[in-house]
T-cell receptor, first 114, second 112 residues
Framework: EAGVAQSPRYKIIEKRQSVAFWCNPI?????LYWYQQILGQGPKLLIQ????????DSQLPKDRFSAERLKGVDSTLKIQPAKLEDSAVYLC????????????FGPGTRLTVL | AQSVTQPDIHITVSEGASLELRCNYS??????LFWYVQSPGQGLQLLLK??????LVQGIKGFEAEFKRSQSSFNLRKPSVHWSDAAEYFC??????????FGAGTTVTVRA
């Protein structure tokens, strides 16, 4: 079974530029999550989708971050404009159910904002 | 809201020695508890989870964890560490609204 795919794996941008990350969850997984992991910290949930609808985006900085999951499969997370403090690893995860189910993580995208 | 504390930022252990990583959680209801491992440049891999039932949980790679409600703890153990166990370990608690909160992680270094 293929795991969660993410691209790109690494991205370096200047502050105020925009960037987009892509995630393809495990086939059949209805729930998709985006996490931000700052160096030295645990992952922090940014947004959670159930199929193509947003379940929780309470910790998403909506003035600069946006995410979508068209057709309830793959998802894109965008940052525009980027700030220095956005430097982090962005992890995508998926689970079969929205309930207390195991989340499977992708390898992440390491973003460096200069 | 729930939270997780991993008191040890870094642990060094000799190969073949036992390992115990501490995890304390704060949550008002019955928690769902997880341990994940992250190797450099990799995503998080699930080691084990506790939802209900037997409080001693067996996981992959020879790891086990024990849920102690009275101590709000879910410590991870391995009887004999291998060099490949060097990684960062994260404890996480899930709530009834299905949000997962992670601790800051414990980095494990294995010396020969």
């Amino acid at each position: 079974e293929a795991g969660v795919a993410q691209s790109p794996r690494y991205k370096i941008i200047e502050k105020r530029q925009s960037v987009a990350f892509w995630c393809n969850p495990i086939s059949g997984h209805a729930t998709l999550y985006w996490y931000q992991q700052i160096l030295g910290q645990g992952p922090k949930l940014l947004i959670q989708f159930q199929n193509n609808g947003v379940v929780d985006d309470s910790q998403l900085p909506k003035d600069r971050f946006s995410a979508e999951r068209l057709k309830g499969v793959d998802s894109t997370l965008k940052i525009q404009p980027a700030k220095l403090e956005d430097s982090a690893v962005y992890l995508c995860a998926s689970s079969f159910n929205r309930g207390p189910d195991t989340q499977y993580f992708g390898p992440g995208t390491r973003l460096t904002v200069l | 809201a729930q939270s997780v504390t991993q008191p040890d930022i870094h642990i060094t252990v000799s190969e073949g020695a036992s390992l115990e990583l501490r995890c304390n959680y704060s949550y008002g209801a019955t928690p769902y508890l997880f341990w994940y491992v992250q190797s450099p440049g990799q995503g998080l891999q699930l080691l084990l989870k506790y939802f209900s039932g037997d409080t001693l949980v067996q996981g992959i790679k020879g790891f086990e964890a024990e849920f102690k409600r009275s101590q709000s703890s879910f410590n991870l153990r391995k009887p004999s560490v291998h060099w490949s166990d060097a990684a960062e370990y994260f404890c996480a608690v899930g709530s009834n609204d299905y949000k997962l909160s992670f601790g800051a992680g414990t980095t494990v270094t294995v010396r020969a």
